[in-house]
Nanobody
Framework: QVQLVESGGGLVQAGGSLRLSCTAS????????MGWFRQAPGKEREFVAG????????RYADSVKGRFTISRNNAKSTVYLQMNSLKPEDTAVYYC??????????????????WGQGTQVTVSS
């Protein structure tokens, strides 16, 4: 079993920044790909960013490219999402997820088998 705990969400004005963290416990974190997803009210959960086991491979949704950066520290079993130039449309609950079957990340949520509880990000205009 894996437990994922997110932190760092909050309320920020448009143009501001937030850094989300997700710490894992219960399994060897460093072997597996991690992803960040988000879900806004009335919308489906969508992929935001993913990172390979080593951190050497990353991928992003087009909507966040150039503004968000995913990274990881395997020694701390933690993955981060640095969010800059935030927009009101970034408002959502953000979830981190672990794919225990892959070392590289994919954008397909059903393939991730462990999820955190989510952290709310609200961007005001």
């Amino acid at each position: 079993q894996v437990q994922l705990v997110e932190s760092g969400g909050g309320l920020v004005q448009a143009g501001g920044s937030l850094r989300l963290s997700c710490t894992a416990s219960g399994r060897t974190f460093s072997n597996y790909a991690m992803g960040w997803f988000r879900q806004a009210p009335g919308k489906e959960r969508e992929f935001v960013a993913g990172i390979s086991w080593s951190g050497g491979g990353t991928r992003y949704a087009d909507s966040v490219k150039g503004r968000f950066t995913i990274s990881r520290n395997n020694a701390k079993s933690t993955v981060y999402l640095q969010m800059n130039s935030l927009k009101p449309e970034d408002t959502a609950v953000y979830y981190c997820a672990l794919d225990s079957t892959r070392s590289y990340s994919i954008a397909y949520a059903p393939e991730y088998d462990y999820w955190g509880q989510g952290t709310q990000v609200t961007v005001s205009s």
